[in-house]
């Protein structure tokens, strides 16, 4: 545990406060809180950790929703259940590399992509979905919904199988809808699992970077950039290893901070529906 | 061996196992992605982490790598192998030597080119001059370029699914450094002085001066006249674009030619070659105004500037890595490779700007000549620019391709989005040391003193 966890990050931490830089052979320095200074004026960063936040805000939220849809059709006894299920998990199966590429590169492809063609078809106008700086970072969250949806659904399928029937029989004899016994018997008893799987899925999803990095490059300018892409560039492209580290643990921050909304949200919400 | 893009990987595999059937040797050939191949190989080389016995790479890295005091000087026995004396004056000095030491084996060299649908261009001409009043021909300058683009996307070839006036290299974190250096050569390089990306005296970044930020300001005025979502174009979605038969002008580098001869291709024999156009004004920075000559300010473009071998100087196996390299930069090799589509080689050498070998590959005697003398014209132009390969090269292209694609996107104007830009370049130069750097760049302009 000391090995592979702290260690790295106690060594993490101690390069932000150094000059350490990958390219220039420059005598190590310890230049105190400079590199933490400087991250109260990197606008890039601060403009980075908006466009994360919008991917994961966005991103999981979609994810949650049709994710729970899609489980609780399959809980439901939907035809072909197996095969479907099988198929419902296919894009988690590939790298966010081919994803991106397929979907962000070749499905949103402006030029000879079939949903604009699809749209062309129905008397709509094009979409710059790569382009714009505002629908490239819904492109973003699309591309990722596709693939990590799946995640999602097999998260709130287990949830649901573990939800005892009693209550929920008990209701229907008493003449309760479906969307009763989903809005109050169903829906609290699964948050629990549904915190959970939405803490893991953005506590991924703050470290996106595969899929920008092929679907736009994190452009148009800076508008799909997120913080782990830009940490990549300036550690790995500049060398600058001292200040990425900085960087890095901004995000983390923020990862533990969302985390701890996510625990009181949780035991909020738990206590409300108790 | 590491290389980059699958094509070039997967050709420089089988002459790497001619080579290791008639040695005897075993040899490895590893890709890492384009996106990633700089990143990799120096952060490996500057952490003294083994990556390979070879190094196929751009030439704009040499900076770093040549200049970072990693690679191992080219033998004289590898250099005759390569037919040192046959390389192009240009390549053997920017690309494969450093400091006057030559380090590399040849592989590719490359000038950014203008292509034209010649077929379209002789269909429209009457309509073209009607309606502009104008002769429709190459364009000469980016103002004719416009025209014509306009006049396609809008006219000509309005009623088609897909017909564009242009297609580009505009992307981010791809080629839009090369897309953008090959069109602001013309307006920003004065053939008086040698000086382009910086001042020579100073170092003083010279990218927003109005020389750049007009021709950043005309390029966004075009993109509209190519392909939608043209500004996420890289490498690839430029040249299918073209051979695609979607566009009736292209700036790309030499493989436009021998892929419009493969099966994909829809343009064979319908494309013509030439040299990027130029600026009709020029900023003269000495002068510190517009100047213009007898005609356009032409100042081809050496983007990427070519792919090469290089051999880390910590190499167990100099003697093998050498014989391969040289192998691979033979000129039986290369002329073999520059004539195969997808190989990534274009023409650099004597021997692979001898429109005999074309012709000998099946192409007709006027466009091998026409494809030969438009590298040639390009490559020999007195005021071509070779592309930056300075120390800290990745981060100087970040910050302009960043500038680049946010004032093509409207999220800034030309000139606040390169003032930006010239800021951080600043930075960098600072960072870097900017006696050290204006020193190198010197180097590469072949000043002294």
């Given at each position: 545990?000391?090995?592979?966890?702290?260690?790295?990050?106690?060594?993490?931490?101690?390069?932000?406060?150094?000059?350490?830089?990958?390219?220039?052979?420059?005598?190590?320095?310890?230049?105190?809180?400079?590199?933490?200074?400087?991250?109260?004026?990197?606008?890039?960063?601060?403009?980075?950790?908006?466009?994360?936040?919008?991917?994961?805000?966005?991103?999981?939220?979609?994810?949650?929703?049709?994710?729970?849809?899609?489980?609780?059709?399959?809980?439901?006894?939907?035809?072909?259940?197996?095969?479907?299920?099988?198929?419902?998990?296919?894009?988690?199966?590939?790298?966010?590399?081919?994803?991106?590429?397929?979907?962000?590169?070749?499905?949103?492809?402006?030029g000879f992509g079939p949903i604009?063609?699809?749209?062309?078809?129905?008397?709509?106008?094009?979409?710059?979905?790569?382009?714009?700086?505002?629908?490239?970072?819904?492109?973003?969250?699309?591309?990722?919904?596709?693939?990590w949806t799946p995640l999602m659904?097999?998260?709130?399928?287990?949830?649901?199988?573990?939800?005892?029937?009693?209550?929920?029989?008990?209701?229907?004899?008493?003449?309760?809808?479906?969307?009763?016994?989903?809005?109050?018997?169903?829906?609290?008893?699964?948050?629990?699992?549904?915190?959970?799987?939405?803490?893991?899925?953005?506590?991924?999803?703050?470290?996106?970077?595969?899929?920008?990095?092929v679907v736009t490059g994190g452009g148009p300018g800076r508008a799909t950039e997120s913080v782990t892409a830009y940490v990549y560039n300036v550690g790995a492209k500049q060398g600058d290893l001292a200040y990425a580290a900085s960087a890095a643990y901004v995000l983390l921050f923020v990862v533990i901070g969302v985390s701890f909304l996510a625990l009181y949200i949780s035991r909020r919400v738990q206590e409300r529906y108790a | 061996m590491v290389a980059g893009p699958a094509g070039q990987l997967d050709y420089m595999k089988a002459k790497a196992a001619e080579w290791a059937a008639e040695t005897g040797a075993t040899v490895r050939v590893d890709e890492i992605p384009f996106g990633e191949l700089n990143d990799k190989v120096l952060a490996a080389l500057s952490t003294d982490t083994f990556i390979a016995d070879i190094i196929n790479i751009g030439s704009n890295l040499g900076g770093d790598l040549m200049g970072g005091g990693f690679m191992a000087a080219a033998p004289d026995w590898a250099q005759q192998r390569a037919d040192w004396e046959g390389i192009l004056p240009i390549f053997r000095s920017n690309q494969l030597s450093f400091g006057g030491v030559a380090y590399g084996m040849p592989w590719d060299g490359d000038v950014l080119m203008y292509y034209w649908r010649a077929d379209a261009f002789e269909e429209y001409a009457d309509e073209y001059e009607a309606a502009t009043g104008q002769a429709l021909g190459p364009a000469q300058s980016w103002s004719e370029y416009a025209s014509i683009a306009k006049f396609f996307t809008e006219n000509a070839w309005s009623d088609q699914e897909e017909g564009y006036g242009l297609v580009e290299l505009p992307m981010r974190n791809n080629q839009g450094w090369n897309g953008f250096m090959t069109r602001a050569a013309g307006y920003a390089k004065a053939p008086n002085d040698p000086g382009f990306f910086f001042d020579p005296e100073t170092m003083e970044p010279r990218i927003n001066n109005p020389g750049f930020v007009r021709a950043l300001e005309d390029w966004g005025a075009v993109i509209e006249y190519g392909p939608p979502g043209m500004l996420n174009f890289g490498w690839i979605e430029n040249a299918l674009s073209f051979v695609g038969g979607i566009a009736a002008q292209d700036i790309q580098w030499g493989d436009i030619g021998p892929m419009s001869k493969s099966p994909d291709s829809v343009v064979e024999g319908a494309v013509g070659y030439g040299p990027a156009p130029g600026a009709d004004e020029y900023w003269d920075p000495v002068a510190g105004a517009w100047a213009s000559g007898d005609g356009p300010n032409q100042a081809p473009f050496l983007g990427f500037g070519g792919w090469f071998n290089l051999v880390p100087a910590t190499s167990n196996h100099l003697a093998a890595a050498f014989d391969l390299a040289s192998f691979l930069g033979s000129p039986a090799v290369l002329a073999e490779a520059a004539v195969t589509a997808g190989t990534g080689v274009n023409p650099g050498t004597a021997a692979t700007l001898d429109p005999a070998l074309w012709v000998s590959a099946g192409w007709p005697e006027d466009e091998a000549k026409a494809y030969t003398d438009a590298i040639r014209a390009s490559l020999d132009h007195p005021n071509a620019v070779f592309d930056m390969r300075l120390p800290g090269f990745p981060e100087y292209k970040d910050a302009l391709e960043l500038a680049v694609s946010e004032a093509l996107s409207g999220q800034a104007s030309a000139q606040d989005a390169l003032d930006e830009a010239a800021e951080t370049w600043n930075e960098i130069t600072d960072r870097l040391g900017r006696d050290e750097q204006l020193r190198i760049y010197r180097e590469a302009l072949g000043l002294t003193g």
């Open positions: 545990m000391l090995a592979l966890s702290i260690f790295p990050l106690v060594f993490s931490l101690g390069l932000t406060f150094t000059n350490v830089n990958l390219f220039r052979r420059v005598p190590l320095q310890f230049i105190g809180l400079d590199n933490w200074a400087r991250i109260f004026t990197d606008e890039a960063l601060l403009e980075t950790l908006i466009n994360t936040i919008i991917f994961v805000g966005g991103g999981v939220a979609i994810q949650y929703v049709f994710g729970l849809a899609l489980a609780v059709a399959l809980n439901r006894g939907l035809r072909e259940q197996r095969l479907m299920r099988i198929l419902f998990l296919l894009p988690m199966m590939v790298s966010p590399i081919a994803v991106g590429f397929i979907i962000g590169r070749m499905v949103f492809s402006e604009n063609d699809l749209l062309e078809a129905v008397g709509l106008p094009a979409v710059a979905w790569v382009t714009s700086p505002g629908m490239a970072k819904v492109t973003i969250i699309l591309v990722d919904t596709w693939q659904m097999l998260l709130m399928l287990v949830g649901l199988q573990g939800i005892p029937g009693e209550p929920i029989q008990a209701a229907r004899v008493d003449g309760a809808s479906e969307w009763q016994i989903f809005r109050h018997i169903v829906f609290p008893l699964l948050l629990p699992v549904s915190i959970t799987a939405i803490l893991i899925r953005a506590l991924e999803a703050f470290k996106i970077i595969d899929i920008i990095r | -």
